[in-house]
Protein backbone atom coordinates (compact mmCIF):
# COMPACT_ATOMS: atom_id res chain seq x y z
CA UNK A 1 0.00 0.00 0.00
CA UNK A 2 1.84 3.36 -1.28
CA UNK A 3 2.17 5.25 2.34
CA UNK A 4 1.24 9.47 1.77
CA UNK A 5 4.81 11.37 1.40
CA UNK A 6 4.61 14.90 1.64
CA UNK A 7 7.06 17.00 -1.25
CA UNK A 8 10.12 17.12 -0.85
CA UNK A 9 12.70 19.55 -3.48
CA UNK A 10 15.76 17.61 -4.45
CA UNK A 11 18.60 18.51 -6.46
CA UNK A 12 20.07 17.50 -9.62
CA UNK A 13 23.71 17.66 -10.07
CA UNK A 14 24.75 16.32 -13.45
CA UNK A 15 21.62 17.81 -15.02
CA UNK A 16 23.02 18.15 -18.49
CA UNK A 17 24.58 15.31 -19.05
CA UNK A 18 22.50 11.89 -20.68
CA UNK A 19 21.43 10.51 -16.63
CA UNK A 20 21.04 14.48 -15.84
CA UNK A 21 18.44 14.90 -18.83
CA UNK A 22 16.60 11.63 -17.66
CA UNK A 23 16.59 12.81 -14.25
CA UNK A 24 14.91 15.83 -15.37
CA UNK A 25 12.22 14.33 -17.47
CA UNK A 26 11.38 11.79 -14.61
CA UNK A 27 11.18 14.04 -12.04
CA UNK A 28 8.91 17.01 -14.09
CA UNK A 29 6.28 14.16 -13.22
CA UNK A 30 6.86 12.96 -10.10
CA UNK A 31 3.78 12.80 -7.32
CA UNK A 32 6.14 14.08 -4.43
CA UNK A 33 9.38 15.06 -5.98
CA UNK A 34 10.15 18.64 -6.70
CA UNK A 35 13.40 19.55 -8.70
CA UNK A 36 14.41 22.89 -6.97
CA UNK A 37 17.96 23.36 -7.76
CA UNK A 38 20.45 22.37 -11.17
CA UNK A 39 24.22 21.59 -11.19
CA UNK A 40 26.76 21.33 -13.81
CA UNK A 41 30.33 22.10 -14.69
CA UNK A 42 31.55 25.59 -14.91
CA UNK A 43 30.97 25.84 -18.67
CA UNK A 44 27.24 25.93 -17.72
CA UNK A 45 26.95 27.83 -14.39
CA UNK A 46 24.80 30.99 -14.34
CA UNK A 47 23.51 30.10 -17.95
CA UNK A 48 19.43 29.42 -17.99
CA UNK A 49 19.28 25.27 -18.38
CA UNK A 50 17.76 25.94 -21.97
CA UNK A 51 20.85 27.34 -23.09
CA UNK A 52 23.57 25.01 -21.35
CA UNK A 53 22.02 21.73 -22.27
CA UNK A 54 22.31 19.82 -25.50
CA UNK A 55 19.02 18.44 -24.92
CA UNK A 56 18.70 14.91 -26.84
CA UNK A 57 15.57 13.67 -25.30
CA UNK A 58 12.58 13.14 -27.43
CA UNK A 59 10.15 15.21 -25.63
CA UNK A 60 10.72 19.09 -25.28
CA UNK A 61 12.27 20.43 -22.42
CA UNK A 62 9.83 19.96 -19.22
CA UNK A 63 8.45 23.68 -18.96
CA UNK A 64 9.47 23.77 -14.67
CA UNK A 65 13.27 23.95 -16.66
CA UNK A 66 12.97 26.66 -19.17
CA UNK A 67 13.61 29.09 -16.70
CA UNK A 68 16.02 27.34 -14.30
CA UNK A 69 19.51 28.45 -13.61
CA UNK A 70 22.10 25.92 -13.43
CA UNK A 71 24.01 26.31 -10.20
CA UNK A 72 28.13 25.60 -9.44
CA UNK A 73 27.70 21.81 -7.55
CA UNK A 74 28.44 23.54 -4.04
CA UNK A 75 26.41 22.23 -1.50
CA UNK A 76 25.47 26.26 -0.40
CA UNK A 77 23.45 26.28 -3.80
CA UNK A 78 21.21 23.54 -2.95
CA UNK A 79 19.93 25.06 0.41
CA UNK A 80 16.34 23.73 0.86
CA UNK A 81 17.00 20.36 -1.10
CA UNK A 82 16.61 17.03 1.35
CA UNK A 83 18.04 14.68 -1.62
CA UNK A 84 20.45 14.92 -4.38
CA UNK A 85 20.84 12.86 -7.01
CA UNK A 86 24.04 12.81 -9.30
CA UNK A 87 24.47 12.00 -12.86
CA UNK A 88 28.06 13.49 -12.26
CA UNK A 89 31.05 12.44 -14.48
CA UNK A 90 33.56 9.85 -12.67
CA UNK A 91 35.78 12.38 -12.96
CA UNK A 92 34.59 15.18 -10.72
CA UNK A 93 31.83 12.89 -8.67
CA UNK A 94 34.31 12.31 -5.87
CA UNK A 95 34.98 15.15 -4.23
CA UNK A 96 31.65 16.72 -4.78
CA UNK A 97 29.21 13.89 -3.91
CA UNK A 98 31.55 13.79 -0.41
CA UNK A 99 31.02 17.56 -0.31
CA UNK A 100 27.30 17.71 -0.11
CA UNK A 101 26.73 14.12 1.87
CA UNK A 102 29.23 16.36 4.39
CA UNK A 103 27.06 19.23 4.45
CA UNK A 104 23.78 16.46 5.27
CA UNK A 105 22.34 16.18 2.15
CA UNK A 106 21.10 12.31 1.35
CA UNK A 107 23.16 11.76 -2.03
CA UNK A 108 22.17 9.35 -4.78
CA UNK A 109 24.58 8.49 -7.05
CA UNK A 110 25.13 7.43 -10.78
CA UNK A 111 28.76 7.25 -10.80
CA UNK A 112 31.13 4.47 -9.75
CA UNK A 113 33.53 5.71 -7.06
CA UNK A 114 31.88 5.02 -4.29
CA UNK A 115 30.34 1.47 -4.86
CA UNK A 116 33.12 0.14 -3.25
CA UNK A 117 33.15 1.89 -0.01
CA UNK A 118 32.30 -0.39 2.82
CA UNK A 119 29.47 1.44 4.13
CA UNK A 120 28.23 2.77 1.14
CA UNK A 121 25.59 0.46 -0.32
CA UNK A 122 25.14 -0.37 -4.16
CA UNK A 123 21.57 -0.67 -4.59
CA UNK A 124 19.45 -2.16 -7.68
CA UNK A 125 16.01 -1.61 -6.14
CA UNK A 126 14.69 -3.93 -7.90
CA UNK A 127 16.92 -6.09 -5.97
CA UNK A 128 18.69 -5.29 -2.55
CA UNK A 129 16.76 -2.31 -1.34
CA UNK A 130 17.49 -3.77 1.94
CA UNK A 131 21.21 -2.83 1.94
CA UNK A 132 20.17 0.54 2.15
CA UNK A 133 19.74 0.02 5.70
CA UNK A 134 23.68 0.36 6.38
CA UNK A 135 23.24 4.25 5.58
CA UNK A 136 22.56 4.73 9.52
CA UNK A 137 26.18 3.37 10.34
CA UNK A 138 27.28 6.04 7.91
CA UNK A 139 25.64 8.62 9.66
CA UNK A 140 26.86 7.04 12.67
CA UNK A 141 31.00 6.94 11.63
CA UNK A 142 30.27 10.49 10.06
CA UNK A 143 28.15 11.98 13.12
CA UNK A 144 25.77 13.82 10.51
CA UNK A 145 22.80 13.38 8.69
CA UNK A 146 24.16 13.08 4.71
CA UNK A 147 25.02 9.86 3.32
CA UNK A 148 25.62 8.71 0.24
CA UNK A 149 23.77 5.44 -1.91
CA UNK A 150 25.07 4.80 -5.34
CA UNK A 151 23.14 2.43 -7.65
CA UNK A 152 25.00 0.21 -9.96
CA UNK A 153 27.02 0.39 -13.38
CA UNK A 154 24.00 -0.23 -16.04
CA UNK A 155 25.10 -3.85 -17.48
CA UNK A 156 25.33 -4.62 -13.69
CA UNK A 157 22.13 -3.23 -13.14
CA UNK A 158 20.19 -5.67 -16.03
CA UNK A 159 22.06 -8.53 -14.77
CA UNK A 160 21.30 -8.62 -11.22
CA UNK A 161 17.51 -8.29 -11.34
CA UNK A 162 16.86 -11.64 -13.38
CA UNK A 163 19.83 -13.14 -11.20
CA UNK A 164 18.26 -12.58 -8.06
CA UNK A 165 14.92 -13.65 -9.07
CA UNK A 166 16.01 -17.43 -10.12
CA UNK A 167 18.34 -17.21 -6.49
CA UNK A 168 15.09 -16.68 -4.64
CA UNK A 169 13.30 -19.71 -6.65
CA UNK A 170 15.57 -21.92 -7.08
CA UNK A 171 19.29 -21.23 -4.43
CA UNK A 172 22.22 -19.88 -5.67
CA UNK A 173 23.74 -19.35 -8.53
CA UNK A 174 27.55 -20.96 -8.54
CA UNK A 175 28.43 -19.87 -12.30
CA UNK A 176 27.54 -17.08 -14.56
CA UNK A 177 29.04 -16.29 -17.97
CA UNK A 178 28.13 -13.10 -19.61
CA UNK A 179 28.57 -10.87 -22.83
CA UNK A 180 27.07 -7.16 -23.50
CA UNK A 181 26.04 -5.96 -26.13
CA UNK A 182 26.00 -1.92 -25.03
CA UNK A 183 24.37 1.38 -26.37
CA UNK A 184 26.65 4.23 -27.49
CA UNK A 185 24.19 6.33 -24.74
CA UNK A 186 26.23 4.33 -22.14
CA UNK A 187 29.31 6.19 -22.81
CA UNK A 188 27.48 9.94 -22.10
CA UNK A 189 27.72 12.53 -24.62
CA UNK A 190 29.44 12.61 -26.94
CA UNK A 191 30.74 9.34 -26.02
CA UNK A 192 31.72 7.26 -28.91
CA UNK A 193 33.01 8.99 -32.46
CA UNK A 194 30.40 7.89 -34.98
CA UNK A 195 33.47 6.44 -37.10
CA UNK A 196 34.26 4.23 -34.26
CA UNK A 197 30.96 2.60 -34.15
CA UNK A 198 28.99 2.87 -37.37
CA UNK A 199 29.03 -0.29 -38.96
CA UNK A 200 30.76 -1.95 -36.46
CA UNK A 201 31.20 -3.33 -33.05
CA UNK A 202 33.61 -2.27 -30.33
CA UNK A 203 34.55 -5.53 -28.41
CA UNK A 204 35.90 -3.30 -25.47
CA UNK A 205 34.67 -1.01 -22.56
CA UNK A 206 37.35 0.41 -20.35
CA UNK A 207 36.84 -1.27 -16.82
CA UNK A 208 33.38 -2.37 -17.40
CA UNK A 209 33.96 -6.10 -17.28
CA UNK A 210 35.68 -5.63 -14.17
CA UNK A 211 32.29 -3.40 -12.35
CA UNK A 212 29.95 -6.45 -13.53
CA UNK A 213 31.99 -9.13 -11.84
CA UNK A 214 32.41 -7.45 -9.04
CA UNK A 215 29.64 -5.35 -8.43
CA UNK A 216 27.31 -8.51 -8.90
CA UNK A 217 28.67 -9.96 -5.66
CA UNK A 218 28.23 -6.95 -3.32
CA UNK A 219 24.83 -6.46 -4.86
CA UNK A 220 23.78 -10.26 -4.47
CA UNK A 221 25.45 -10.46 -1.16
CA UNK A 222 24.26 -9.35 2.38
CA UNK A 223 24.96 -7.42 4.77
CA UNK A 224 27.46 -8.46 6.82
CA UNK A 225 26.46 -9.66 10.38
CA UNK A 226 29.50 -9.62 12.62
CA UNK A 227 30.97 -6.87 11.04
CA UNK A 228 30.52 -3.48 9.20
CA UNK A 229 29.55 -3.79 6.06
CA UNK A 230 28.29 -6.31 3.41
CA UNK A 231 29.48 -10.14 2.82
CA UNK A 232 30.02 -10.21 -0.97
CA UNK A 233 29.24 -14.07 -2.71
CA UNK A 234 32.88 -14.36 -3.49
CA UNK A 235 31.71 -18.05 -4.07
CA UNK A 236 30.23 -16.97 -7.05
CA UNK A 237 32.25 -17.39 -10.43
CA UNK A 238 30.96 -14.37 -12.69
CA UNK A 239 32.75 -13.84 -16.30
CA UNK A 240 31.89 -11.02 -18.31
CA UNK A 241 32.89 -9.45 -21.75
CA UNK A 242 31.52 -6.61 -22.50
CA UNK A 243 30.90 -4.87 -26.18
CA UNK A 244 29.75 -1.53 -27.54
CA UNK A 245 26.70 -1.84 -30.44
CA UNK A 246 25.55 0.86 -32.87
CA UNK A 247 22.26 0.84 -30.86
CA UNK A 248 21.17 4.27 -29.03
CA UNK A 249 19.62 2.77 -25.58
CA UNK A 250 19.46 -0.56 -23.88
CA UNK A 251 22.24 -2.84 -23.08
CA UNK A 252 21.51 -6.18 -24.46
CA UNK A 253 23.09 -9.37 -22.44
CA UNK A 254 23.70 -12.75 -23.63
CA UNK A 255 23.35 -14.44 -20.20
CA UNK A 256 24.13 -18.40 -19.24
CA UNK A 257 24.06 -19.93 -15.60
CA UNK A 258 24.71 -23.00 -13.60
CA UNK A 259 23.27 -23.14 -9.90
CA UNK A 260 24.50 -25.30 -7.17
CA UNK A 261 21.83 -27.21 -6.52
CA UNK A 262 21.51 -30.84 -8.64
CA UNK A 263 19.19 -31.48 -10.51
CA UNK A 264 18.67 -27.66 -12.30
CA UNK A 265 15.17 -26.74 -13.11
CA UNK A 266 13.61 -26.85 -16.35
CA UNK A 267 12.81 -24.25 -18.49
CA UNK A 268 9.78 -24.16 -17.71
CA UNK A 269 10.04 -23.55 -13.81
CA UNK A 270 12.20 -20.71 -14.74
CA UNK A 271 10.10 -19.02 -17.13
CA UNK A 272 7.77 -19.06 -14.25
CA UNK A 273 10.18 -17.71 -11.60
CA UNK A 274 11.14 -14.98 -14.14
CA UNK A 275 7.47 -13.72 -14.58
CA UNK A 276 6.61 -14.01 -11.06
CA UNK A 277 9.34 -12.44 -9.38
CA UNK A 278 8.56 -8.83 -7.13
CA UNK A 279 10.67 -6.81 -5.24
CA UNK A 280 9.72 -4.71 -2.07
CA UNK A 281 10.24 -1.62 -4.42
CA UNK A 282 6.56 -2.87 -5.55
CA UNK A 283 5.41 -3.79 -2.14
CA UNK A 284 6.04 -0.21 -0.78
CA UNK A 285 4.38 1.54 -3.46
CA UNK A 286 7.22 3.30 -5.00
CA UNK A 287 5.45 5.92 -7.42
CA UNK A 288 8.60 4.98 -9.91
CA UNK A 289 8.67 0.86 -9.79
CA UNK A 290 7.93 -0.99 -12.89
CA UNK A 291 4.56 -3.42 -11.99
CA UNK A 292 6.33 -6.24 -13.62
CA UNK A 293 9.86 -6.68 -12.39
CA UNK A 294 10.76 -8.77 -15.35
CA UNK A 295 8.77 -9.01 -18.47
CA UNK A 296 9.22 -12.69 -20.37
CA UNK A 297 9.30 -12.34 -23.61
CA UNK A 298 7.96 -15.62 -26.00
CA UNK A 299 8.40 -14.87 -29.14
CA UNK A 300 12.00 -16.63 -30.24
CA UNK A 301 13.25 -12.56 -31.75
CA UNK A 302 13.14 -10.49 -28.44
CA UNK A 303 13.75 -8.75 -26.68
CA UNK A 304 14.94 -6.05 -29.03
CA UNK A 305 16.53 -2.69 -27.78
CA UNK A 306 14.39 -0.76 -30.41
CA UNK A 307 11.13 -2.62 -29.31
CA UNK A 308 11.77 -3.15 -25.65
CA UNK A 309 13.58 -0.25 -24.15
CA UNK A 310 10.32 1.94 -23.45
CA UNK A 311 8.15 -0.68 -21.76
CA UNK A 312 7.16 0.12 -18.33
CA UNK A 313 9.00 4.03 -19.15
CA UNK A 314 12.26 1.39 -18.99
CA UNK A 315 12.09 0.53 -15.55
CA UNK A 316 11.66 -3.08 -15.71
CA UNK A 317 14.18 -5.95 -17.18
CA UNK A 318 12.92 -7.80 -20.54
CA UNK A 319 13.89 -11.72 -20.58
CA UNK A 320 13.56 -13.93 -23.58
CA UNK A 321 15.07 -16.73 -25.49
CA UNK A 322 15.38 -19.00 -22.24
CA UNK A 323 16.53 -22.22 -23.10
CA UNK A 324 18.84 -25.21 -21.66
CA UNK A 325 22.49 -24.55 -21.77
CA UNK A 326 24.66 -26.95 -22.65
CA UNK A 327 27.39 -26.16 -20.81
CA UNK A 328 25.88 -24.68 -18.01
CA UNK A 329 22.12 -25.24 -16.80
CA UNK A 330 20.37 -22.08 -18.45
CA UNK A 331 20.63 -19.16 -20.71
CA UNK A 332 18.46 -16.26 -22.02
CA UNK A 333 18.93 -13.13 -23.25
CA UNK A 334 17.67 -9.54 -21.53
CA UNK A 335 17.41 -5.79 -22.38
CA UNK A 336 17.87 -3.24 -19.95
CA UNK A 337 17.41 0.28 -20.30
CA UNK A 338 20.47 1.64 -19.18
CA UNK A 339 19.54 5.20 -19.08
CA UNK A 340 16.85 4.49 -17.17
CA UNK A 341 16.64 1.51 -14.72
CA UNK A 342 19.96 1.46 -15.14
CA UNK A 343 20.60 4.87 -14.03
CA UNK A 344 18.23 7.86 -13.32
CA UNK A 345 15.13 5.40 -12.54
CA UNK A 346 17.28 3.43 -9.76
CA UNK A 347 18.08 6.88 -8.21
CA UNK A 348 14.86 7.71 -7.76
CA UNK A 349 13.08 4.58 -6.84
CA UNK A 350 16.01 4.30 -4.18
CA UNK A 351 15.12 7.31 -3.17
CA UNK A 352 11.63 6.50 -2.81
CA UNK A 353 12.41 3.39 -0.75
CA UNK A 354 14.62 5.72 1.54
CA UNK A 355 11.88 8.04 2.03
CA UNK A 356 9.48 5.28 2.50
CA UNK A 357 11.28 3.47 5.38
CA UNK A 358 12.13 6.90 7.00
CA UNK A 359 15.59 6.90 5.96
CA UNK A 360 15.26 10.64 4.93
CA UNK A 361 13.75 12.79 7.72
N1 LIG B 1 24.97 6.96 -19.54
C1 LIG B 1 24.65 5.84 -18.89
O1 LIG B 1 23.98 4.93 -19.43
C2 LIG B 1 25.11 5.64 -17.48
C3 LIG B 1 25.94 6.53 -16.83
N2 LIG B 1 26.33 6.30 -15.54
C4 LIG B 1 27.20 7.23 -14.81
O2 LIG B 1 26.45 8.44 -14.58
C5 LIG B 1 27.33 9.56 -14.61
C6 LIG B 1 26.87 10.54 -15.69
O3 LIG B 1 26.97 9.90 -16.96
P1 LIG B 1 26.48 10.60 -18.29
O4 LIG B 1 25.25 11.37 -18.03
O5 LIG B 1 26.47 9.52 -19.29
O6 LIG B 1 27.69 11.63 -18.57
P2 LIG B 1 27.70 12.96 -19.45
O7 LIG B 1 29.10 13.12 -19.90
O8 LIG B 1 26.62 12.92 -20.47
O9 LIG B 1 27.34 14.13 -18.39
C7 LIG B 1 28.26 14.52 -17.39
C8 LIG B 1 27.69 15.61 -16.51
O10 LIG B 1 28.71 16.00 -15.55
C9 LIG B 1 28.86 17.42 -15.58
N3 LIG B 1 30.25 17.81 -15.26
C10 LIG B 1 31.36 17.55 -15.99
N4 LIG B 1 32.43 18.12 -15.38
C11 LIG B 1 31.98 18.76 -14.27
C12 LIG B 1 32.59 19.56 -13.25
N5 LIG B 1 33.90 19.82 -13.26
N6 LIG B 1 31.81 20.03 -12.25
C13 LIG B 1 30.48 19.79 -12.24
N7 LIG B 1 29.83 19.06 -13.20
C14 LIG B 1 30.58 18.55 -14.19
C15 LIG B 1 28.51 17.82 -17.00
O11 LIG B 1 28.17 19.20 -17.05
P3 LIG B 1 28.43 20.14 -18.38
O12 LIG B 1 27.35 19.80 -19.36
O13 LIG B 1 28.33 21.50 -17.85
O14 LIG B 1 29.79 19.78 -18.89
C16 LIG B 1 27.31 16.90 -17.25
O15 LIG B 1 26.15 17.47 -16.66
C17 LIG B 1 28.73 9.01 -14.86
O16 LIG B 1 29.39 8.87 -13.63
C18 LIG B 1 28.46 7.67 -15.53
O17 LIG B 1 29.52 6.79 -15.36
C19 LIG B 1 25.83 5.21 -14.88
C20 LIG B 1 24.99 4.31 -15.47
C21 LIG B 1 24.59 4.46 -16.84
N1 LIG C 1 30.15 2.22 -18.77
C1 LIG C 1 28.71 2.13 -18.99
C2 LIG C 1 28.02 3.32 -18.42
C3 LIG C 1 28.65 3.83 -17.19
O1 LIG C 1 28.90 4.99 -17.09
O2 LIG C 1 28.93 2.95 -16.26
P1 LIG C 1 29.53 3.25 -14.80
O3 LIG C 1 28.55 4.14 -14.08
O4 LIG C 1 29.68 1.92 -14.17
O5 LIG C 1 30.87 3.95 -14.97
C4 LIG C 1 28.47 2.02 -20.49
O6 LIG C 1 29.34 2.40 -21.20
O7 LIG C 1 27.44 1.62 -20.96
Redo the contacts with the bound molecule.
Keep these: MAQQISPLNVGV ?9 RFLVLLASHPYLRVHAI ?6 VGLAYPK ?2 KWKQTTPIPKAYRDLN ?1 S ?2 EPGAFAGCKIIF ?8 GD ?1 ELAFRDAGFAVFS ?3 NYRRAPLVPLVVPLVNPDHLAIVRQQQQELKKPGFIVT ?1 A ?2 STTGLVVPLAALERAFGPIDTVLVTTLQ ?1 I ?5 P ?1 VPSLDIMDNVVPFIGGEEEKMEWETKKILGSLASTTTGFALRDEMRVSATCTRVPVIDGHTECVSVRFARRPAPDIAAVRAALSAYTCDAQTLGCPSAPVQAIEVHDAEDRPQPRLDRESQAGAAVSVGRIRTCPVLDIKFVLLVN ?2 CL ?2 ATSSIINAEVACAQGFIA
Design positions: LGATGTVGQGASPRSAVVACSGLDADVAINAKNNCASGAGYGNVGA
